[in-house]
């Protein structure tokens, strides 16, 4: 066979290099371009915030100095000041305004000085105190404050230009001053306040921006009122062409890129609503762009090397992949050559022609698989129920088995046989009926509204597919469906059986919940009897641990079993099964309570002296009980397995006039428990050896004399302190006890507790 290895080997590292290269490539120019705009996006939303915070400092000194001028200015005794001439008789009002005047002046605000001017009197008062104003001063005052049309106006000053000197005043070239006209309210101005504010206040505020930034706050007329260079402070921008932009928006912030004398710079501002200042960032873009190249050095460095490493793997990898295919192509030429004479062709000629003859064969394979269809369906229920499938799985099974999958809700019916007892059956036979109960549902109920039912640990499982609206109807649906097939089985097979249903729900994932409440439901039967079609949403499933227990009727039924009374006995087990039953409790309380019985009943048979191991069981009874399914079979087990063997064995023993020595000496001790016997004195009585007597008594029941009769008396101190009001003094009396605190020893180690705690248990319960 002529072989051509070289060109699909070549083709292949092609293939790889490409699927390894433009990936790389395509992946590191994007992380490249997405990182560089998240970068300059965030230092964007940077800048944005740090010019709102330096506007929102400075604003908050000036609003301050504002608010605390205003009211200054607003005050009656202020305006009363403004009127007085304030002669050397009137010290006490200058005083009170000078203090007034200092209040204001903290170092929160920066202010350095503040000047009260009466316009109608002729005088002023700051720093350096009182002081008269000459009709020139007056004038000028009139002309540079009064006039501004606002009764309120932050005016830029430089700080040789002033009219009114401070001691403090030379620390800054530059001072803001607030300037408020007086009266507030009236439009016949008699005078005025002025607060300075030194302008390189603000220096630490602007200061704090990176070197390459530039910050400019400009007045309403595009004057420089702050700066981070300080010399330009008053300078005015108005016709600075790159700031146009900024007369024409009406927007009040955002930013834009400019180019000033060659270099992009990107502009941010925001615009005062406070006092019509403009707040702008100036920043060059390619500053910005700074962590964007170191980006891309990065990304290009990562990309040049796993373009490396990706050609030393595609070399790699691709001779490792064409291995496999050189070997299919040997062992499919080898197979074919003598059926098809195709030793000439190329390797995914041969690999063709191999795959239609497995084709054809798997189409046979089809064929025979058509008959285990049935089986699958059955085994996709099963995983269904055990919660072994996914989603995914889900939907191709319902697909490819022809399933409905158009439904509103969903739920699972539970079905298992109520007893065999009454029947022609046995219980080897109960698979094979479960096996007949599920072909009948199949045939019943229609394949378009379940899935294919099974049998699973004794119970017969269908899924339920439902489409009605309301409650009402899809609960009455299920229940005819229920008792249509209770009606079939007890036609055909006379079998009584009961029926659990689920809580509706909508997804098949969750079938392996529905099942398992299902089948809780049917374990109500104890409550509900045979033949009961019960809803799991209709139980009673409190969480609280209590339960319900007739002492009484107990220990009526056990005075009939030791006077041997069957009649009685049954009358009274009835009684007792069906009071326990009556209470709104959940099956697992129900049997708490029947396993108490139990466990008393065999108590009582050691009392009696009747050994348990005397009956013959093929497994536990705790094992056999947990089997019952229904009141009657429990009921018929207990008196069938342990009550009516227990009478006959008593009837037994008290026919043969206590045959045998020990049951003579357990006679004895149930007689005169309460007197002081000894083994010394029913020796005597009987005219045997002490020792003979306790070495058969041992022999015989498993236990010494002393031991038995400590027992005995425990358990009827145990059924005194439940049914009479007796102390434990007096208890410990009657059973001959020495004193009360070794009778409370006694119980303690046996029972685990003290009589009296022992007492309020029970009738607590």
Known sequence: MTKKPKNYYYKIITFTLLLATIPVIIVGLFSYLKSSEVIQNNVAEEKLQSIYQIQTNIEQVLKTVDHSLTYFVSTNHLNQILREPLTPYQFQLYNQAKKELSSLQTKETGVEDIILVSLQERWAINNQGLQRLTDEENTEIYHRYVEEPQGAAWVLEKNEETLFTNSRSNTCTYHLNLVKHMPFTSSNKTGMAIAKIPACSF?????????????????????????????????????????NQLKSTEEKTGQFNVDINGTVYKITYRKSNYNNWTYVSLIS?????????????????????????????????????????????????????????????????????????????????????????????????????????????????????????????????????????????????????????????????????????????????TIIQSNHQTDEEYTLYL??????????????????????????????????????EGVEALKYRIKFDQESI??????????????????????????????????????????????????????????ISIVRFLNNLLELMQTLGIDVLELEYKMSMFDQLYELKTLKEIENWFKDIIIYPLINNVEERTNSQYKNLSDKIIHIVQQEFDSDITLESIATRLH???????????????????????????????????????????ISEKLKYTNSQNFIRSFKKIEGTTPGKYRDLKRAQ
């Open 203 to 243: 220096n630490d505020i602007i200061a704090v921006q990176p070197e390459t930034e530039t910050t400019i706050i400009l007045d309403d007329k595009f004057q420089v009122v702050g700066h981070s260079n300080f010399s330009q402070i008053s300078d005015d921008f108005s016709e600075l062409d790159y700031l």
């Open 285 to 461: 873009v390619s500053n910005l762009n700074q962590q964007s190249s170191s980006i891309g050095w990065f990304t290009l460095i990562i990309c040049s090397v796993f373009l490396f490493f990706s050609l030393i793997f595609s070399l790699i990898g691709s001779r490792r992949i064409y291995k496999p295919i050189h070997r299919l192509q040997e062992m499919v030429s080898k197979g074919m050559t003598s059926k098809t004479g195709s030793e000439h062709k190329s390797e995914f000629e041969l690999i063709e022609d191999r795959i239609h003859y497995m084709l054809d064969q798997n189409v046979q394979l089809e064929s025979k698989l058509q008959g285990q269809v049935t089986q699958l369906k059955q085994f996709f229920t099963v995983k269904l129920l055990q919660g072994k499938v996914s989603e995914h799985e889900i939907q191709s099974k319902m697909l490819s088995y022809g399933y409905n999958q158009e439904w509103k809700r969903l739920c699972v019916l539970t079905v298992q046989i109520d007893s065999l007892e009454e029947s022609m059956f046995n219980v080897k036979e109960e698979d094979l009926l479960l096996f007949a109960i599920n072909t009948m549902v199949e045939d019943f109920i229609p394949s378009e509204v379940r899935l294919t039912p099974i049998v699973k640990n004794h119970t017969q499982v």
């Open 479 to 516: 229940n005819n469906i229920a008792q249509e097939i209770q009606t079939k089985v007890k036609e055909e097979l006379n079998l009584p059986i009961s029926i659990g249903i689920s809580l509706p729900y909508e997804k098949l994932i969750n079938t392996g919940a529905a099942y398992k």
């Open 534 to 591: 019960i809803f799991f949403e209709n139980l009673e499933r409190g969480t609280a641990f209590h339960t319900y227990f007739p002492k009484q009727i107990e220990n009526a039924v056990f005075d009939a079993i030791k006077v041997c009374d069957k009649e009685k006995v049954d009358e009274e087990l009835n009684k007792l099964l069906r009071v326990i039953l009556e209470k709104n409790l959940n099956h697992t309380q129900y049997r």
């Open 688 to 730: 045997y050896n002490p020792n003979y007597l306790s070495s058969i008594f041992r022999k015989e029941t498993n236990m010494s004399f002393s031991e038995y009769l400590s027992l005995y008396r425990l358990t009827t101190a145990k059924q005194w302190l439940e049914e009479t009001d007796m102390s434990v003094r007096e």
